[in-house]
């Protein structure tokens, strides 16, 4: 008897990238280890077919998505980019992304992971909402940040309290993927070895040492 085809873990994933721009750069901590998990998290999506929601922040003032990501927005990612609209509400539950969210749903709803800014504001209000409307959730404690440091653990542990799983970009890829057998699992393993040095960077600035 053949064997059954690989299945991943999750079977209608999706990226949320929040706020990532311009004018906070020099006020987020550790900002450039957020844009470096973020782009590993879009190749990763671009080779997992897993569609990416995007938000700015009142745009006109603080500016669009950082550059580096917008390259990756437009070139081949850019075909899985379901949302990519300006907000003043903090929350990304608005609905230019849910009703796009709703249109990748069958049977099951996503499974949403969450990179961005700022952690104890706009990620937690949208994972808060997104967990509310029955969603799983997972905030990446390696791709997100705020302008104080010490409100991102605080900022974690109340998503934890409140249901949403708080874990990093590495391990969420390979969750996804679930299984070796899969046709992208050398494609997977080729990106976390490249982005090898740029993980490594993200933990230990972001995570170490309240993690």
């Known amino acids: 008897m053949a064997s059954p085809a690989p299945q991943r873990r999750f079977q209608n994933p999706a990226l949320f990238i929040c706020d990532i721009q311009e004018k906070f750069r020099s006020a987020i901590f550790e ?37 580096e990501l917008q390259a ?56 808060l909402d997104a967990l509310a409307a029955g969603y799983s959730v997972y905030v990446l404690a390696d791709g997100v940040s705020s302008c104080n440091r010490d409100e991102v653990g605080v900022a974690l542990a109340r998503l934890r309290a409140a249901g949403a799983v708080v874990t ?28 090898g040095r740029d993980t490594k960077a993200a933990l230990e600035g972001l995570l170490s040492p309240r993690i």
């Not at 973020?38 to 998505?65: E, F, H, W």
């Open 31 to 67: 900002f450039d280890k957020v844009v470096l998990t973020t782009s590993k998290m879009l190749r990763a999506c671009a080779a997992l077919q897993i569609p990416v929601y995007v938000t700015t922040q009142n745009r006109a003032r603080l500016g669009d998505t950082v550059a």
């Open 72 to 127: 990756q927005l437009q070139e081949g990612g850019g075909r899985l980019v379901r949302a990519n609209t300006d907000k003043t509400r903090f929350s990304m539950w608005i609905p230019a992304v849910t009703s796009q969210l709703a249109e990748t749903e069958t049977k099951k709803k996503s499974e949403i992971v969450i990179v961005g800014i700022e952690a104890h504001i706009c990620v937690t209000q949208t994972a």
């Open 168 to 195: 990093t970009s590495e391990s969420w890829i390979y969750e996804c993927l679930g299984d070796a057998a899969a046709a992208e699992f050398k494609t997977i393993v080729g990106l976390v070895k490249e982005t």
